[in-house]
């Protein structure tokens, strides 16, 4: 059965933390590409922007970004923010004071992504990370290969599924010589083996166990 294998006003001194933030937002910025989608969110806990009046959020992403396509509350106190130009992004991911306190400043981390299948024996004596160098230019930051267990062996396959850093999945790609196809990936859908509904696992499951076979209530078989 295969198997997926995915498994700023006053300046605060730059973390570690920053520093690894601003590598992992580099991604959305390859070929003039750009992420549309934004997280702020407050750097002190017991100081969270959800506090602030809807006034002072519209004046402050106004001082640093102008007039944004969209902004909105999340539920942990945040705010998602969406960009319609490139330098609104930018000068977004440089804050670090919003108002009148700290922030913390990220690249949404599915909104501005994309995944897609590819098939391509050409690339099967290549590695994961070989592939993703190769195709770091179309927009490619991350490869897994989807590999087969027969006979108690995992074997690679054919199929790679591509994660590319912006949210229009392109029709092809191009490898090598070769112009390969690329498809939507579509996630096997969650469902729970605790009440057989779709939507969540067994972990998170309130409801009482139901039988597989009759869909009633668990009983013996």
Known sequence: ???LAFPKKK??????????????????????????????????????LSKLSPFA???GFQAIAGTLKSTKKLRDGSFLVECSRKTQ????????????????????KTLNSSRGVIRCRELSDMSETEIRDELKTQGVVEVHRVTVKKEGKVIPTNTLFLT????????????GYLKVKVQLFVPNPLRCFNCNKFGHTSQRCRTTAKCQRCGKDKHEE
Do not use: G
């Open 89 to 108: 992004a930018e000068n977004l991911l440089k804050t670090v004071d919003f108002v009148d306190r700290p922030v913390h400043v990220s690249v949404h």
């Open 1 to 3: 059965m295969a198997s």
């Open 11 to 48: 300046k605060r001194t730059r973390t570690d933390d920053d520093s690894d933030s601003e590598s992992e937002n580099e991604i959305f910025f390859m070929k003039d590409n750009w992420p549309r989608f934004v997280v702020v969110q407050s750097a002190n806990e017991e100081r969270p």
């Open 57 to 59: 959020v519209q004046k």
């Open 164 to 175: 590319f850093n912006r949210p229009d999945l392109p029709k092809e790609i191009v490898v």
